[in-house]
T-cell receptor
């Protein structure tokens, strides 16, 4: 089974703090993603990486950066956390399957910024 | 920009009733996927449809891909309490087939 592991399930951070969310996948997938999930807004793509050291902005990259130094690890960084970044963050990886790309999600990281 | 909308946003049904959620894309999709997220959980892949007009079944769940490949539906027959959760459709973006845009989701509650 594919495993996508997010290191922190629940975090509380102060406004202005730098926040790191770590994600590791164990299936050698090329593609990794960070999504943000908010009620009524569904899942919105923050950043995407298709290879080591390669990254691409998603729909809502402002206030975030990412790092992919190793294939299995994709980190999301909030340079200076703000209260509007309180949300659930989902890491995912994907592999080609049947003409598409099947996405496997981690369990999510609930971030509260106070 | 590209959009994927789902209706309804919420649905409450009595156990045993049927349920349908609809997904509409602003662009033609090469494929469409469906995911289920249980309360407190993370989205889990259910199925992928690729062909125009395709219909696939998984036990009580029936998935359809529209002829124009811009819409899809998920129908659950005789809902059970285990069907509770949020159902998302997702399609590849026009800017890259590795990236998927997700619908807003339909949250299903099943009353016993």
């Amino acid at each position: 089974d594919v495993k996508v592991t997010q290191s922190s399930r629940y975090l509380v951070k102060r406004t202005g703090e730098k926040v790191f969310l770590e994600c590791v996948q164990d299936m050698d997938h090329e593609n990794m993603f960070w999504y943000r999930q908010d009620p009524g807004l569904g899942l919105r793509l923050i950043y995407f990486s298709y290879d080591v050291k390669m990254k691409e902005k998603g729909d809502i990259p402002e206030g975030y950066s990412v790092s992919r130094e190793k294939k299995e690890r994709f980190s999301l960084i909030l340079e200076s956390a703000s209260t509007n970044q309180t949300s659930m963050y989902l890491c995912a990886s994907s592999r080609p399957q049947g003409g598409g790309n099947t996405i496997y999600f981690g369990e999510g990281s609930w971030l509260t910024v106070v | 920009g590209q959009q994927v909308m789902q209706i309804p946003q919420y649905q409450h049904v009595q156990e045993g009733e049927d349920f349908t959620t609809y997904c509409n894309s602003s662009t033609t999709l090469s494929n469409i996927q469906w995911y289920k997220q249980r309360p407190g959980g993370h989205p889990v892949f259910l199925i992928q449809l690729v062909k125009s007009g395709e219909v696939k079944k998984q036990k009580r769940l029936t998935f359809q891909f529209g002829e124009a490949k811009k819409n899809s539906s998920l129908h659950i027959t005789a809902t059970q309490t285990t069907d509770v959760g949020t159902y998302f459709c997702a399609g590849p973006t026009t800017s890259g087939t590795y990236k998927y845009i997700f619908g807003t989701g339909t949250r299903l509650k099943v009353l016993a």
